[in-house]
């Protein structure tokens, strides 16, 4: 199976535990593969970084971003 992840669930899935979390889960697991253009990988970092700053949170999404 190949998918495109919603920016709303990379956020989610490297900042919180939720279901957004368990589909990254289940990429690491290779239970799908990950289609996307640069943009849109683009995308994925300038959201993460716009949240972390907003909100403070200390984690690093660069590592996840970077694997993806």
Known sequence: MIA???TS???AGIFFRTD???CLVAFARR???LAGTPDIFEEY???CAEFKQRSGRT???????EWL
């Open 20 to 22: 957004s979390y368990r």
């Open 45 to 47: 970092r300038e959201a």
């Open 4 to 6: 495109v992840l919603d």
């Open 59 to 65: 984690e690093k999404p660069e590592p996840i971003l």
């Open 31 to 33: 239970n799908y593969q």
């Open 9 to 11: 669930v990379v956020l």
